[in-house]
């Protein structure tokens, strides 16, 4: 980050640095945690991850509202515009993937307490463990400016959607295998969901990030996996 000839301005900067990092951490701790609990129907480790949600919220009103002041106050150009607004548009996305770990969470307490474990909670795991290295790696990309390690991110948003496929027919012939299974199901395809639009969050800021170092706009159309009858089921996040 370029030096300032007004002090202030560098510690706007590094203010907005600061508050980006820590929900860059809260919100990875959200979901990893999130998919513990619901792999091991944990409510407690749950409860503590939608816990974490009104710090992540506040985080990131600090973030815009700094940001805001900064370009208001500074009418920054170029390159620091691109640092303020690639600020504002990466807590938006960080403030939805806790969202969505804490719709995963509040599910897990809906079901912690039934004892069917489809075989399905497996690919599930591997599902979220794929984005929440999709979200490590473009955090990473943004911290060090790696413009190659966010396309790559960009890249592979097709093995998340890949996996929802997956995931989405082992619950439908879990279901269709047994009518008791439904309910718990119909909150996993939820889950589903919300790790899909994580990974779609990630490769936002991988498209922020690219912009960020070179200026250019990644394409508009992403790479994607095949789509199945998950793609009508909402999210569902409160």
């Given at each position: ?22 929900m ?38 600090e973030?815009?509202e ?59 795991k ?19 400016r790696?413009?190659?390690?966010a ?5 592979r ?13 082992d ?15 119909t ?20 498209e ?31």
């Open positions: 980050m370029t030096d300032h000839t007004v002090k202030a301005y560098d510690e706007e900067l590094q203010f907005i640095g600061g508050r980006l990092s820590e860059g951490g809260i919100a990875e701790k959200m979901l990893v945690d999130a998919i513990e609990a619901l792999s091991r129907l944990d409510a407690d480790l749950a409860r503590r991850t939608m816990d974490r949600d009104p710090k992540l919220d506040l985080l990131q009103r973030i815009e700094m940001a805001v002041l900064t370009i208001a106050r500074r009418q920054p150009m170029a390159n620091d515009l691109r640092e303020l607004v690639a600020a504002i548009h990466i807590a938006s996305d960080l403030e939805r993937v806790g969202d969505l770990a804490k719709n995963i969470a509040k599910r897990t307490t809906k079901i912690s307490g039934d004892i069917r474990v489809p075989r399905t909670l497996i690919g599930l591997h599902m979220a463990d794929i984005a929440a290295l999709q979200l490590k790696n473009v955090l990473d990309a943004y911290a060090h790696n413009v190659a390690q396309d790559d991110v960009w890249r948003d097709a093995d998340v959607d890949a996996m929802e496929d997956s995931v989405f027919r619950l439908l012939t879990f279901m269709m295998e047994d009518p008791r299974n439904i309910s718990f199901c909150h996993l395809l939820f889950c589903s969901k919300n790790i899909e639009r994580i990974g779609d969050h990630a490769t936002n800021i991988a922020t990030v690219h912009y960020l170092v070179t200026g250019d706009p990644l394409p508009v159309d992403r790479p994607k996996g095949g789509s199945s009858g998950a793609e009508s089921a909402s999210a569902g996040v409160e």
